[in-house]
Structure formats: C-alpha cells, structure tokens
C-alpha cells in the first residue's frame, strides 16, 4: 500500500469516527491509525514522547482559535498558536504568573461549544513585541479532550495533500 492509499483510507475512518458510525474493530484500527500518523509526525518534528504518553496525545497541531483566558488579575483574548490535548500556546503582551491557575475558553470551529478547562503555565519564551506563553492543562473533561484530538486530526489530514 503506498502512502498515498493509507492517507485516503485513514481519512475515510476519521470521517466515520467522527459521524460516530465505526465499528468496535474499526475503533481499533481508528486509533492505531492515529498513533500511526501521530508517531510519523513526531518524527519528522523530532519531538520526543513522555513516559506514558501516547504519540497522538504528543501531537501538537499549528491551530488559531480564540482563546480567551482569566486569572486572579487579568483577562485577555488571544488565539493559539498551536494545540494538542495536553495544552496549547499563544501569543500574550505579559504571561500569567507561574503558580496561578489559568481559566481557558477555546472558540472551537463551525459554531460548537466552546471547550472550558483550567490550565498552568508550562513555558515562556520572551520575544521583542510579545511573549509566547505555553499552558498545560490541568482539568479537562474527557470529553472535551476528545473533541481537542479531532480536531487535531482535523487540522493535520487538512494539510495532506491527498
């Protein structure tokens, strides 16, 4: 099978998988395929795996969605610069302080429920105009997580060209 084949038809499961139509031995192949996918991205990006983790809950996916983000003294409204289902960055003018717990609402696409979770700061680089803040989150229902990996899947089958 080439690649090409493999994307078509992992594109066809997720599609299935999202209408929520797959079998439980098309589950299976489902989330082998995402593994699949996640482990060869993960290469190509020469990131590595934490103990326990899984390479699609690795898979950090360049995505803008309103973030709008509150802590005990601020509120802002920015947009991501990239997701997974373990967090997400974004561009701020000052980063929260390290030991508060941030409140994120994330704009989903196509008008459906925003997804509401706690986060931490996990990182923080510095550049001239702003500040890229990286959030870990801490709560998270798992069904939201859930919708955070597809659209991970999502954003990352929409830049294959096929």
């Known amino acids: 099978m080439t690649l090409k084949e493999w994307v078509v038809g992992f594109k066809a499961l997720h599609e299935k998988a999202r209408a929520?139509?797959?079998?439980?031995?098309?589950?299976?192949?489902?989330?082998?395929?995402?593994?699949?996918?996640?482990?060869?991205?993960?290469?190509g990006q020469r990131a590595q795996l934490r103990p326990g983790e899984t390479p699609r809950q690795a898979l950090r996916a360049?995505?803008?969605l309103q973030a709008d983000l509150e802590w005990t003294t601020d509120k802002v409204r920015s947009v991501t610069l990239d997701i997974s289902t373990g967090g997400f960055s974004a561009l701020l003018s000052k980063p929260p302080p390290r030991d508060d717990r941030?409140?994120?609402?994330?704009?989903?696409?196509?008008?459906?429920?925003?997804?509401?979770?706690?986060?931490?700061?996990?990182?923080v680089q510095v550049h001239p105009a702003a500040v890229r803040v990286a959030f870990a989150?801490?709560?998270?229902?798992?069904?939201?997580?859930?919708?955070?990996e597809f659209l991970i899947f999502d954003t990352v089958l929409s830049h294959l060209a096929v």
Do not use: H, N, Q
């Open 137 to 148: 989150f801490t709560s998270i229902s798992e069904a939201d997580r859930d919708r955070l």
């Open 20 to 43: 929520g139509t797959l079998s439980p031995e098309g589950k299976g192949e489902y989330r082998a395929g995402r593994d699949e996918l996640a482990r060869a991205l993960l290469a």
């Open 62 to 64: 360049a995505r803008a």
């Open 102 to 123: 941030v409140r994120a609402v994330l704009r989903m696409p196509g008008g459906a429920e925003p997804l509401s979770a706690e986060a931490r700061v996990a990182g």
